[in-house]
């Protein structure tokens, strides 16, 4: 069994600051990828950043500059950290990992940003 904990979601005015995590455990090795989507009202689910095994980041361009990723390959996690947060970025994150041969995603933790 694999699970995927996640956590740091909450409610938060624009401009400030949210930091998610994300936890893999259970039956899980040689993890390559790991990332977060996610998807807001009445829209489709959509990358927002990744990290690789060796490091590279990938940012989608509406989160450039405000989001950073990292992880801790020991620890088995990956976290976001969210500045200068928008109402636009108000939507359900959803953790994302690969390993050799399988795709897990989390429960999704709610982020909502008030104007």
């Known amino acids: 069994q694999v699970q995927l904990v996640e956590s740091g979601g909450g409610l938060v005015q624009a401009g400030g600051s949210l930091r998610l995590s994300c936890a893999a455990s259970?039956?899980?090795?040689?993890?390559?990828?790991m990332g977060w989507h996610r998807q807001g009202p009445g829209k489709q689910r959509e990358l927002v950043a990744l990290?690789?095994?060796?490091?590279?980041?990938y940012y989608a361009d509406s989160v450039k500059g405000r989001f950073t990723i990292s992880r801790d390959s020991a620890k088995r996690t990956v976290y976001l950290q969210m500045s200068s947060l928008k109402p636009a970025d108000t939507a359900v994150y959803y953790c994302?990992?690969?390993?050799?041969?399988?795709?897990?995603w989390g429960q999704g933790t709610q982020v909502t940003v008030s104007s």
């Open positions: 994302r990992v690969l390993d050799s041969d399988n795709v897990y």
């Open positions: 259970g039956s899980i090795f040689s993890i390559n990828t």
């Open positions: 990290v690789t095994s060796g490091g590279s980041t």
